[in-house]
């Protein structure tokens, strides 16, 4: 299954932003040919209101919302800027996330993929930050917990830059464990590995230059065996493809295979303890050809066996 709306590609963030509508409307376009006819297109709801309490404050979300211009861009800070269509577009990519718990706990579909933006692992409960408004993956993941009342949620970000905002929201909470592997030092400064203190947090960043051969000896002896011990009832991926060597963002050097190999291991573990239940949602990447090669892979890696 594919989630996404319209206000997404109209989400406007200025002339040479690396956060712009080509980057979905490319997707969109590739996952819109022959080899992806498996996929269910859905529009994606905008997100309710007691949905994004869950994460964020009340006053947040009423500021954001306001801050909404009739005309041209506002900026929240010096990275996160909106546009007359900016409101829609955060609101329908947390509907998406939502609204594909739904669909997966409703036995309509096992897999599904939110092809959104703005992304969101960066918004903290209280301030947008690094490109992000409301944080998508958090607030569906706190809908599964309350309204479909799961106990072992994993979610897993590969996104080359930290998701400080996800951690910060799923913190101590027991039915969450986040799972983060992410260049380390790069913004947003966060994602030290994990003091043992922090029991439902594991962050393992990698340095600059990683590689394949770096990532899959991370996942194979650490990430995947802890994921495997917790036994999820629901997978989600915090899915940002900004570690190819040609994101401008970054210093990594993974490829659209690593991303392929990464989520059918993902998959395996899914199958094995969640009925296969996987929901991926878009974060970064921003070389548009790398970003459009490593989604396809990884759409056909969530769709393999679905």
Same mark, same amino acid.
């Given at each position: 299954?594919?989630?996404?709306?319209?206000?997404?590609?109209?989400?406007?963030?200025?002339?040479?932003?690396?956060?712009?509508?080509?980057?979905?409307?490319? @997707?969109?376009?590739?996952? &819109?040919?022959?080899?992806?006819?498996?996929?269910?297109?859905?529009?994606?709801?905008?997100?309710?209101?007691?949905?994004?309490?869950?994460?964020?404050?009340?006053?947040?979300?009423?500021?954001?919302?306001?801050?909404?211009?009739? #005309?041209?861009?506002?900026?929240?800070?010096?990275?996160?800027?909106?546009?007359?269509? !900016?409101?829609?577009?955060?609101?329908?990519?947390?509907?998406?996330?939502?609204?594909?718990?739904?669909?997966?706990?409703?036995?309509?579909?096992?897999?599904?993929?939110? =092809?959104?933006?703005?992304?969101?692992?960066?918004?903290?409960?209280?301030?947008?930050?690094?490109?992000?408004?409301? &944080?998508?993956?958090?607030?569906?993941?706190?809908?599964?917990?309350?309204?479909?009342?799961?106990?072992?949620?994993?979610?897993?970000?590969?996104?080359?830059?930290?998701? +400080?905002?996800?951690?910060?929201?799923?913190?101590?909470?027991?039915?969450?464990?986040?799972?983060?592997?992410?260049?380390?030092?790069?913004?947003?400064? /966060?994602?030290?590995? /994990?003091?043992? /203190?922090? !029991? &439902?947090?594991?962050?393992?960043?990698?340095?600059?230059?990683?590689?394949?051969?770096?990532?899959?000896?991370?996942?194979?002896?650490?990430?995947?065996? =802890?994921?495997?011990?917790?036994?999820?009832?629901?997978?989600?991926?915090?899915?940002?493809?900004?570690?190819?060597?040609?994101?401008?963002?970054? +210093?990594?050097?993974?490829?659209?295979?690593?991303?392929?190999?990464?989520?059918?291991?993902?998959?395996?573990?899914?199958?094995?303890?969640?009925?296969?239940? @996987?929901?991926?949602?878009?974060?970064?990447?921003?070389?548009?050809?790398?970003?459009?090669?490593?989604?396809?892979?990884?759409?056909?890696?969530?769709?393999? #066996?679905?």
């Amino acid at each position: 299954m594919l989630l996404t709306h319209e206000s997404c590609l109209r989400h406007d963030t200025g002339s040479g932003h690396p956060e712009s509508s080509e980057r979905l409307r490319s @997707v969109l376009e590739r996952l &819109n040919q022959d080899d992806f006819d498996f996929l269910d297109w859905r529009e994606a709801p905008a997100v309710e209101r007691e949905q994004l309490l869950r994460v964020h404050d009340a006053r947040y979300i009423d500021a954001v919302l306001d801050s909404i211009p009739a #005309d041209g861009l506002s900026a929240l800070d010096t990275d996160t800027w909106v546009s007359p269509d !900016s409101g829609n577009a955060a609101l329908h990519a947390a509907g998406a996330v939502c609204a594909a718990v739904d669909a997966v706990m409703a036995g309509e579909t096992r897999r599904a993929f939110c =092809a959104v933006r703005p992304p969101g692992h960066h918004a903290e409960p209280d301030q947008a930050m690094g490109f992000c408004l409301f &944080n998508n993956v958090a607030v569906a993941a706190a809908h599964a917990r309350d309204v479909h009342h799961l106990d072992r949620i994993v979610v897993v970000d590969f996104d080359v830059h930290h998701g +400080n905002g996800t951690q910060t929201m799923l913190a101590g909470d027991r039915h969450f464990l986040y799972v983060s592997s992410h260049e380390h030092p790069l913004f947003p400064g /966060t994602g030290g590995a /994990t003091p043992p /203190t922090v !029991s &439902n947090i594991l962050n393992r960043p990698l340095p600059a230059n990683s590689g394949p051969e770096d990532l899959r000896a991370l996942y194979e002896t650490e990430l995947l065996p =802890a994921i495997r011990r917790y036994g999820p009832q629901l997978v989600m991926i915090s899915a940002g493809f900004d570690a190819p060597s040609s994101d401008p963002l970054a +210093n990594l050097n993974l490829g659209a295979a690593d991303f392929a190999w990464l989520t059918g291991e993902l998959v395996a573990i899914a199958n094995r303890f969640a009925n296969g239940a @996987v929901i991926a949602t878009l974060e970064g990447g921003y070389d548009v050809a790398a970003l459009t090669e490593s989604v396809a892979a990884h759409v056909h890696a969530l769709g393999k #066996d679905d």
